[in-house]
């Protein structure tokens, strides 16, 4: 049995993307609040992304707020035609630097036109909602308001694609009846693999999967299996943990964030990391 690469690119909205895109969270200050400490060095790391072909990046409003999508149009504006830019609305950030639910059909059409003014966009090409029944994870409830006005927004021409964050299977599957969804993003790694079934069901609508957190939560038995697998291959822990994700679905598409231009570059170097069949079956077992 030999290693087999990870497809390239899936489809996003309706592009098809590079399947390790960038997270904009970590261009704002600490807790995602505020200015970056630097912002020249956010700058750098936006610009030197696109230029190693990122065609994928995730930002919000809610970061900062507004900071990280004034640095992205700083940086990147005028933007390539192959650039997709994906946001989020549904939270607000409070004067403590809590996160706020935001679901009216006030706050949702304010954070949909405080995105289109930042980024300096006419359209955005996908927004997320993010569920804040819970904080701390995905939780049951009716999403058929807050969606409701994102499609009535997607139908004013203000949206090209919709998508959720922070969801559960059910609330998945009332949105694929209200309208098309393009993309599911969650929290799940290697070790915290709740979704596995939404991942699979979701991969047969050819709908993308955007996992956050990709590289939190282990225990130090899981943490030491990671670093032999990343041992055995001399590359780090995290380009293993990351690489896993693009070999367990061919929908997953990766966003990891960082202020770094050193670290952004060995996170693109995941898309080339094979991993072998012994390692995988290794890896699978963690969970």
């Given at each position: 049995?030999?290693?087999?690469?990870?497809?390239?690119?899936?489809?996003?909205?309706?592009?098809?993307?590079?399947?390790?895109?960038?997270?904009?969270?970590?261009?704002?200050?600490?807790?995602?609040?505020?200015?970056?400490?630097?912002?020249?060095?956010?700058?750098?790391?936006?610009?030197?992304?696109?230029?190693?072909?990122?065609?994928?990046?995730?930002?919000?409003?809610?970061y900062?707020?507004?900071?990280?999508?004034q640095?992205?149009?700083e940086?990147?504006?005028?933007?390539?035609?192959?650039l997709?830019?994906?946001?989020?609305?549904?939270?607000?950030?409070?004067?403590?630097?809590?996160?706020?639910?935001?679901?009216?059909?006030?706050?949702?059409?304010?954070?949909?036109?405080?995105?289109?003014?930042?980024?300096?966009?006419?359209?955005?090409?996908?927004?997320?909602?993010?569920?804040?029944?819970?904080?701390?994870?995905?939780?049951?409830?009716?999403?058929?308001?807050?969606?409701?006005?994102?499609?009535?927004?997607?139908?004013?021409?203000?949206i090209?694609?919709?998508?959720?964050?922070?969801?559960?299977?059910?609330?998945?599957?009332?949105?694929?009846?209200?309208?098309?969804?393009?993309?599911?993003?969650n929290?799940?790694?290697?070790?915290?693999?709740?979704?596995?079934?939404?991942?699979?069901?979701?991969a047969?609508?050819?709908i993308?999967?955007v996992?956050?957190?990709?590289?939190?939560?282990?225990?130090?038995?899981?943490?030491?299996?990671?670093?032999?697998?990343?041992?055995?291959?001399?590359?780090?822990?995290?380009?293993?943990?990351?690489?896993?994700?693009?070999?367990?679905?061919?929908?997953?598409?990766l966003?990891?964030?960082?202020?770094?231009?050193?670290?952004?570059?060995?996170?693109?170097s995941?898309?080339t990391?094979?991993?072998?069949?012994?390692?995988?079956?290794?890896?699978?077992?963690?969970?």
């Amino acid at each position: 049995m030999t290693p087999s690469k990870p497809a390239d690119t899936y489809l996003l909205g309706h592009r098809h993307v590079r399947r390790v895109g960038y997270g904009a969270m970590q261009l704002a200050g600490p807790h995602v609040f505020g200015p970056p400490k630097d912002r020249e060095a956010a700058l750098a790391v936006l610009r030197e992304a696109v230029a190693l072909g990122v065609d994928h990046i995730d930002t919000s409003d809610f970061y900062g707020p507004h900071v990280t999508n004034q640095i992205i149009r700083e940086a990147l504006h005028p933007y390539r035609d192959d650039l997709v830019i994906v946001t989020k609305v549904g939270a607000k950030r409070g004067q403590d630097a809590s996160w706020l639910p935001a679901f009216s059909a006030q706050e949702l059409t304010q954070a949909v036109h405080d995105n289109l003014r930042n980024l300096g966009l006419d359209v955005l090409e996908v927004v997320n909602l993010r569920i804040m029944f819970d904080t701390a994870g995905p939780a049951e409830g009716s999403i058929e308001m807050p969606l409701t006005v994102l499609a009535e927004l997607q139908r004013q021409g203000l949206i090209r694609h919709i998508g959720l964050s922070n969801v559960t299977a059910t609330q998945v599957a009332e949105a694929r009846r209200i309208t098309a969804i393009r993309c599911v993003q969650n929290l799940y790694n290697i070790v915290q693999r709740a979704d596995d079934g939404l991942i699979d069901t979701l991969a047969q609508a050819d709908i993308a999967y955007v996992p956050f957190f990709p590289l939190g939560g282990f225990s130090p038995l899981q943490s030491s299996t990671l670093s032999a697998v990343a041992a055995r291959l001399s590359v780090s822990p995290k380009q293993v943990a990351l690489a896993w994700l693009l070999h367990r679905s061919p929908n997953i598409l990766l966003i990891p964030g960082t202020s770094s231009v050193a670290h952004l570059r060995e996170n693109l170097s995941v898309a080339t990391l094979v991993l072998p069949p012994d390692a995988l079956a290794e890896l699978d077992a963690m969970a």
